[in-house]
T-cell receptor, first 111, second 111 residues
Framework: SAVISQKPSRDICQRGTSLTIQCQVD?????MFWYRQQPGQSLTLIAT?????????ESGFVIDKFPISRPNLTFSTLTVSNMSPEDSSIYLC????????FGPGTRLTVL | LAKTTQPISMDSYEGQEVNITCSHN???????ITWYQQFPSQGPRFIIQ???TKVTNEVASLFIPADRKSSTLSLPRVSLSDTAVYYC????????????FGSGTRLQVQP
């Protein structure tokens, strides 16, 4: 199994600002993903974080809004840029091996 | 990807057996069926996976009929701590691929 930590666990931000969320894994993993879970909703995939290359984004998500870094096999960041209240969500990272393991999530509130 | 249909919510009492059925009529031949559990304020976690017939582990049982167009997650003698959202996800290599979550089933266990 993999142990995943995310920072910050929660934050309240002003519209127009940016927040960078960190995801740290206790072992090297190939596959790492970022999801968003809006209040009361299911999880939606934002992108696959690729080590050494640009992230692969799902339809409706763009790099300018959600830039992702993956400098090595244990760490990734997701930035939520130029935030608006509609970006208020829980952001989760996950890593994949025989099964997927999810981090605890970052609860973001944008005022 | 196979589209899934699950009950939106279910209520139960402590000590009862709970069965949650998921329909996945267009499941592909190579797809497994995986169930995830999400507690409030946590990321989803893997519960059980199967291909056909019956699979049992320390947490749950999974029943899959011969046509594989549905699956039933069975939770024996639920407790208050089983209150969570349960997602069924058909797919291949679900550990290493991004997951597509449906709406899930919100289980509320009462004393």
């Amino acid at each position: 199994s993999a142990v995943i930590s995310q920072k910050p666990s929660r934050d309240i931000c002003q519209r127009g600002t940016s927040l960078t969320i960190q995801c740290q894994v206790d072992s090297q993993v190939t596959m790492m993903f970022w999801y968003r879970q809006q209040p009361g909703q299911s999880l939606t995939l934002i992108a696959t974080a690729n080590q050494g290359s640009e992230a692969t984004y799902e339809s409706g998500f763009v790099i300018d809004k959600f830039p992702i870094s993956r400098p090595n096999l244990t760490f990734s960041t997701l930035t939520v840029s130029n935030m608006s209240p509609e970006d208020s969500s829980i952001y989760l990272c996950s890593v994949g091996d025989n099964e997927q393991f999810f981090g605890p999530g970052t609860r973001l509130t944008v005022l | 990807l196979a589209k899934t249909t699950q009950p939106i919510s279910m209520d139960s009492y402590e000590g009862q057996e709970v069965n949650i059925t998921c329909s996945h009529n267009n499941i592909a031949t190579n797809d497994y069926i995986t169930w995830y559990q999400q507690f409030p304020s946590q990321g989803p976690r893997f519960i059980i996976q199967g291909y056909k017939t019956k699979v049992t582990n320390e947490v749950a049982s999974l029943f899959i009929p011969a046509d594989r167009k549905s699956s039933t997650l069975s939770l024996p003698r639920v407790s208050l701590s089983d209150t969570a959202v349960y997602y069924c996800l058909p797919g291949r290599d679900t550990g290493r691929r991004a997951l597509t979550f449906g709406s899930g089933t919100r289980l509320q266990v009462q004393p």
